[in-house]
């Protein structure tokens, strides 16, 4: 999913919410009880115009300027066996019109407040194995 902030806005503020059901799980290894107790871990991610991915690893990129977006991941959600949610938060302060220019620090300001956002499965599953949901606020 792409998330495309007005150059004009002054502050935005919006969220993604990754919610996720393992209760359904299919038999993929031949063992029921042993898949049931497996867990699935799906994880959101995002990529800003200045290349900053925010991850499990990473949970806030944050440029240290006065334009530009700050994005937040609530938790990594790896223990649940049953019922998971992630959350990317995103906060973009002003963007122009200019296409790339110096701020008064001398950092380079890309132009654009653009997100690239996705989901990752770490697991021994597919995604057919659960029933996940994105929605955007």
């Known amino acids: 999913a792409d998330a495309v902030l007005l150059r004009l806005a002054y502050v935005v503020n919006f ?4 919610t996720w059901s ?12 042993a898949q049931a107790k497996q867990i699935v871990d799906l994880d ?11 991850y499990f690893s990473r949970e806030q990129c944050k440029q240290d300027f006065e334009y530009g977006l700050v994005t937040t991941l609530s938790r990594d959600e790896r223990e649940s ?14 963007c122009t019109t200019q296409s790339r ?3 008064p620090s001398g950092v380079p300001h890309v132009g654009e407040c653009t ?10 599953h597919t995604f057919a194995d659960v029933d996940a949901r994105i929605a955007v606020y």
């Open 15 to 18: 969220r993604v919410e990754l």
């Open 44 to 54: 959101l991610h995002a990529v800003d115009a200045w290349g900053c991915h925010t």
């Open 22 to 33: 393992t209760v359904n799980l299919r038999n993929v290894d031949g063992d029921m009880a």
């Open 101 to 103: 220019y110096n701020l």
């Open 115 to 124: 997100a690239h956002a996705w989901v990752q499965i770490f697991s021994k």
């Open 81 to 94: 066996t049953t019922e998971a949610r992630e959350v990317l938060t995103f906060l973009a302060r002003p």
